[in-house]
Every structure is written in structure tokens, then in C-alpha cells.
């Protein structure tokens, strides 16, 4: 969950994921082009049959429970669909963006393994909230016991309520900023930079010269080495 940074987080741990052998599945939202840019197995996006045949499935099973008044929304009967099509394909790991919010979102009825936040700022502010805060506590809502969060620590109003919210599930947290990473080399195409996670000494390559991007791939590094 957050508000700048979560597909990119989902991104890099679904390829470090990949790379290591494990298959993945990923769910990430919006598309720019093709509904399907939203399924992904193994890095491939779902075909057309199998997207048509997911819907139907999911839409069958509505039916059947004999909702009248308060059907799924477009993105819950997405999300229901990345769930059928994962099961189908037996993944080993879901990686899951959150659509608005967090506390809320369809994608909070799973059961994480562990968390990420990325940054958060001000957004959506007639649904969660007019203040940091109050928005962190809505994306700080996914968290649940036995599953750690790593977080993007720049700021620190949301960092409060997101530790607050750690303490009260229960559960472990590590705060990640800029000044976690040292950078080695830099150029417009890529930066090199090393990282410690809690299980490893690591040196990450992104392919963009964007500074921002240097916490969002060390919490991407924390997801995939947990």
C-alpha cells in the first residue's frame, strides 16, 4: 500500500521473486493499454481466454450467493479474478498492490506473508482523510499479526502511525529511507547502490537514474529476501 511507489515496489519484488525460481503471481492496478496489464503469471500477462474465463467464473459465483444490493465493484471483481487465476496456476507467491487505501480494499481479505508501505502523501482526501496521518492509518490498516512491515520512513507523520499500528498487531517493523542505501554508481540509465536486509549484504541494480526509486527497490529487496 501508499500513495506514490507500490507498483514499482510490486514490480521489483515480483522479478527478484522470479529470477530466484519462484513462480509468481502479480496483481497490480491501473492498466495503461490492456485490462490484462493487471494479471501477470511468471512475468507474462494472462491471455484473453483465460481472463474471459476468469470473469465468467467470478460473475457465476456472484450469482450463485444471490447478491442483490451490494455487488462487487469493478476493482473487488478484478481482484476476485487475480485470485482465481493464482489458485488455477498453483503460484508459490501473490505479490498484491491495494487498489484506494488499504483498510479497506478488496485486497486486504488475504492473509500476507509480509507488508510493504511505500511513501505517503496527500491523496484521496475526501475518502481517507484531509491529513498524513489519517491517511497512513488507512494504508497502515493491511497490517496483521505474523506478518512484519517494512516502510518508507522520509516522513515522519506517517511513520508514527505506522509504527503505532505495528505495536498494536504486534508484529515487526523496519523503516527504510535514502540514507539506508549506498550508492555506487550513477548514470540517466541505472544506479547501482548496496543494501542490508535483515538476512543478506546486497548490491542492487535499477534500470532508472531515478533517486526516488532507491527506497522503493530496498523495501522490493526486504519483501523478496523475507
Do not use: W
Not at 476476485?80 to 491495494?98: G, I, S, Y
Not at 511513501?119 to 481517507?128: D, M, P, Q, R, V
Not at 532508472?208 to 523478496?224: D, F, H, K, R, S
Request: charged share 25%; glycine share 8%.
Amino acid at each position: 500500500a501508499g500513495t506514490n511507489g507500490k507498483g514499482s515496489v510490486c514490480a521489483y519484488t515480483e522479478s527478484a521473486l522470479r529470477n530466484a525460481g519462484i513462480k509468481t503471481g502479480l496483481f497490480t492496478s491501473p492498466h495503461l493499454t490492456d485490462i490484462r496489464e493487471r494479471f501477470r503469471i511468471n512475468g507474462r500477462m494472462i491471455l484473453g481466454e483465460e481472463f474471459a474465463g476468469d470473469l465468467e467464473n467470478v460473475l457465476n459465483a456472484v450469482e450463485k450467493l444471490g447478491i442483490k444490493d451490494d455487488k462487487p465493484t469493478f476493482f473487488e471483481l478484478l481482484y476476485l479474478m487475480a485470485m482465481v487465476r493464482f489458485a488455477d496456476e498453483k503460484v508459490d507467491c501473490a505479490v498484491l498492490e491495494t487498489g484506494l487505501g488499504g483498510r479497506l480494499d478488496a485486497t486486504n481479505t488475504c492473509t500476507p506473508e509480509i507488508c510493504a508501505i511505500t511513501s505517503i502523501s496527500l491523496e484521496h482526501t475526501e475518502i481517507l482523510g484531509g491529513t498524513i496521518g489519517q491517511i497512513a492509518a488507512e494504508k497502515a490498516g493491511i497490517l496483521k499479526p505474523g506478518a512484519p512491515v517494512v516502510y518508507d520512513a522520509t516522513e515522519p507523520a506517517a511513520e508514527r502511525v505506522i509504527l503505532d499500528r505495528a505495536r498494536k498487531v504486534d508484529i515487526k517493523s523496519k523503516g527504510v529511507t535514502r540514507k539506508s542505501c549506498e550508492i555506487l554508481l550513477k548514470s540517466p540509465q541505472r544506479i547501482d547502490f548496496s543494501y542490508s536486509t535483515d538476512y543478506d549484504n546486497l548490491t542492487i541494480r535499477i534500470g532508472t537514474g531515478a533517486p526516488y526509486q532507491l527506497v522503493n527497490a530496498a523495501i522490493a529487496a526486504e519483501c523478496a529476501s523475507y
